[in-house]
């Protein structure tokens, strides 16, 4: 069974920077990736990025491309999501998952329980 524990999230001021882990427990097959969605209220979990747990090959929604950095740690069994340049809108529930999709909630087999992030102006 794969778990996934999300930490790092918080409140910072737009601008700011936070920096979001995900721990694996558990057996990932080399063909999944990694995704981080987020959830704001009253809205759709909305991709955010992805990373082949096996290449690296890392994918981005425009919306954060520049500004948000994934990567993973396959000794810690760790992903990692580094966002910077943080505006209001990102403020959100932010999961990580693990399964064989790129883009879609329904693509992806495990989820984490979720970290608050929230940017104030």
């Known amino acids: 069974q794969v778990q996934l524990v999300e930490s790092g999230g918080g409140s910072v001021q737009a601008g700011g920077s936070l920096r979001l882990s995900c721990v694996v427990s558990?057996?990932?097959?080399?063909?999944?990736?990694m995704g981080w969605f987020r959830q704001a209220p009253g809205k759709e979990r909305d991709f955010v990025a992805a990373i082949s747990w096996s290449a690296g090959n890392t994918y981005y929604a425009v919306s954060v491309k520049g500004r948000f950095t994934i990567s993973r740690d396959n000794v810690k069994n760790t992903a990692y999501l580094q966002m910077n340049s943080l505006k209001p809108e990102d403020t959100a529930v932010y999961y990580c998952a693990a399964g064989a999709g790129y883009y879609t909630v329904s693509a992806y087999d495990y989820w984490g329980q979720g970290t608050q992030v929230t940017v104030s102006s």
């Open positions: 558990g057996r990932i097959l080399s063909n999944y990736r």
